[in-house]
């Protein structure tokens, strides 16, 4: 099984930065394709990022487009989404995911909530 936990969310102004972490042990490189994603109050979670294994392609949501960036060190078994220039429209609780194939995502973080004023 994969176990994801994810790390690095808190309060920040609009214009900052936070980098988010996420974990990864079991059988994490097994994976297809990781992904963020996230949920503000009241509405559906909507993908952010998603960063495809085996050749690294990179694919990113409209909204963040130019200001997240999203990696992976395969020494620390860990995804990061580096978020630049937040917006208070990117409040939210931000979770990772693994797919094991092009499919749907078969496994979820809890999430880590970043908030900005």
């Known amino acids: 099984d994969v176990q994801l936990v994810e790390s690095g969310g808190g309060s920040v102004q609009a214009g900052g930065s936070l980098r988010l972490s996420c974990a990864a042990s079991?059988?994490?490189?097994?994976?297809?394709?990781m992904g963020w994603f996230r949920q503000a109050p009241g509405k559906e979670r909507e993908w952010v990022a998603n960063l495809v294994m085996r050749d690294s392609t990179e694919n990113y949501a409209d909204s963040v487009k130019g200001r997240f960036t999203i990696s992976r060190d395969n020494a620390k078994n860990t995804l990061y989404l580096q978020m630049n220039s937040l917006k208070p429209e990117d409040t939210g609780m931000y979770s990772c995911a693994a797919a094991r194939s092009g499919g749907v995502y078969n496994y979820w973080g809890q999430g880590t909530q970043v908030t900005v004023s």
């Open positions: 079991g059988y994490s490189y097994t994976m297809y394709r």
